[in-house]
């Protein structure tokens, strides 16, 4: 075979899947739909997390209510350059672009009530760092180490054969057939191959699809403080889910939102700009650029398996909800490893699948019926929101873990409400 293995996709799983199988001397090629397969296209924080992030620190509820890649990722600030560590499962990548720190999270209501994510203490739990930069290096590695990249080439799908797998690709010359020893699913949320392969069969579907608009903003003033992550809860405006604001490198900030449906998430952040409470954010302000994401199934249930005969799946490919850049470095780095063992006779994907299901928050038994995406901009009034958010400021953790896990504090102020969230959250 010309190849021991294929990767479908050039996002951060199947990068660092590329690299490190060309680092151990695989003969890898990897293959993107993308001309430019660095370039960002797509919304994204681009949020490199140092913390696990809890939903409610107080109970087990609310911490399972965290998603994403729980494994601990540190960052080493060099003199010329960055070095994230990756503990488990034990590498480490250079990385020479911006990075600011966050420093607090704060979650507001309509009229300003703040509650924080993380605990205000001056420790960072989080920097902003350049997706693009980033997934930069991988490649340069990857094609350094000698990975051959296909780009402008499109994954349709993958099948198992005896020694190996196939995998139909068409590119601009048209289709052809692929073959390696094993391949590596990275192509994200919507994958062709998962799909192919039949893994989807079984997926519940949570959410209806979701549109996700993003601004690069120049000129945003708030009274808050600087390095902050910041979530406005507002359900006259989006009874589907928050405004935020994060960093971005030169002063900018991003403007986002989510919603589902016919409204347009456009409408909504225009409308934020203007409101009352917030309009003074936004009075020198100017929108510099605007990237959407979404669309596809909506939420899914994961695939608590991601090993299908040959094919490794990484990263958002079988997740419900996303892996974090983070979390699809260490899947790509991972599945490669598995893949190794199984090359040398030995037992690589065991391994692999075990690890997939303790590494990801949405894993864990209790993530469903927390997350259970409680819709409290879609059962309160903004006023609600307002008492909910002045009943439990100043606390720690997200806005539902703390209204779940304080219900009867809701009780005796407000019973109507209590009845109604209840009825949600049991
Ligand atoms: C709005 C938003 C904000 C986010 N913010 C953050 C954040 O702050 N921090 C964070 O860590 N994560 C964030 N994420 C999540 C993060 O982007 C993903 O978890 C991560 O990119 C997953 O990496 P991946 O390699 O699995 O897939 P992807 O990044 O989706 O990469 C998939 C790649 O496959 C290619 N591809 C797709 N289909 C095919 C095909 N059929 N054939 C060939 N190529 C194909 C695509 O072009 C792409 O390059 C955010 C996501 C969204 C939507």
Redesign the pocket.
């Known amino acids: 075979m010309k190849y021991d293995l294929i990767v479908?996709?050039?996002?951060?799983?199947?990068?660092m899947a590329a690299k490190t199988a060309a680092e151990d001397g695989l003969k890898v090629v990897l293959?993107?739909?993308?001309r430019n397969?660095t370039e960002i296209n797509?919304?994204?924080?681009?949020?490199?997390?140092t913390h696990k992030i809890t939903g409610s620190p107080e109970t087990e509820e609310g911490k399972a209510r965290a998603d994403?890649?729980i494994n601990p990722v540190s960052v080493e600030l060099l003199p010329d350059k960055c070095r994230f560590h990756f503990p488990v499962p034990g590498f480490s990548l250079d990385y020479d672009g911006n990075l600011l720190p966050y420093y607090n999270w704060i979650g507001l209501s309509p009229s300003g009530y703040q509650l924080h994510r993380h605990k205000p203490n001056n420790k960072i739990w989080a920097f902003f760092y350049q997706?693009e930069v980033f997934l930069a290096g991988l490649l340069a590695s990857a094609q350094k180490a000698g990975a051959e990249i296909m780009p402008e080439?499109?994954?349709?799908g993958a099948e198992n054969t005896p020694d190996g797998v196939r995998v139909r690709?068409r590119g601009k010359s048209g289709e052809q057939t692929l073959e390696a020893r094993a391949a590596i699913a990275?192509?994200?949320?919507?994958?062709?191959?998962v799909e192919s392969l039949g893994l989807n069969k079984n997926r519940k579907v949570m959410t209806p699809p979701f549109k996700?608009i993003?601004y690069e903003m120049e000129g945003v003033e708030t009274n808050l403080p600087r390095f902050s992550l910041i979530r406005v809860t507002i359900p006259s405006l989006n009874p589907f889910g928050p405004v935020g604001t994060?960093l971005m490198a030169e002063g900018r900030v991003f403007l986002?939102t989510?919603t589902v449906g016919t409204l347009s998430p456009s409408t909504i952040l225009e409308k934020f700009m203007k409101h009352p409470n917030f309009a003074s954010w936004f009075h020198h302000a100017r929108v510099v650029k605007k990237m959407a994401?979404?669309g596809g199934p909506g939420l899914r249930t994961q695939v608590r398996e991601p090993v299908a005969g040959n094919v490794v799946i990484?990263?958002?490919?079988t997740?419900p909800v996303?892996?974090?850049?983070?979390?699809?470095?260490a899947?790509?780095y991972l599945a490669v490893k598995a893949i190794e063992k199984e090359l040398n006779g030995q037992k690589g994907y065991p391994e692999y699948i075990n690890w997939w299901q303790k590494a990801f928050a949405f894993n864990d038994p209790h993530y469903w019926k927390v997350a259970g995406i409680f819709p409290i901009n879609k059962i309160c009034s903004d006023e609600e929101v307002d008492y909910l958010y002045s009943l439990f400021q100043g606390r720690v953790g997200c806005d539902v873990g703390l209204i779940a896990n304080n219900l009867e504090l809701i009780k005796e102020g407000r019973p109507e409400l209590y009845e109604r969230i209840k009825a949600v959250t049991t």
């Open positions: 479908v996709g050039g996002g951060p799983g199947g990068l293959i993107d739909r993308k397969i797509r919304a994204c924080m681009q949020i490199f997390y994403g890649y997706k080439t499109i994954g349709m690709v990275a192509d994200g949320v919507t994958s062709a191959i996700i993003e994060g986002w989510m994401a979404g990484v990263g958002d490919a997740a996303e892996t974090w850049i983070q979390g699809a470095v899947c790509g």
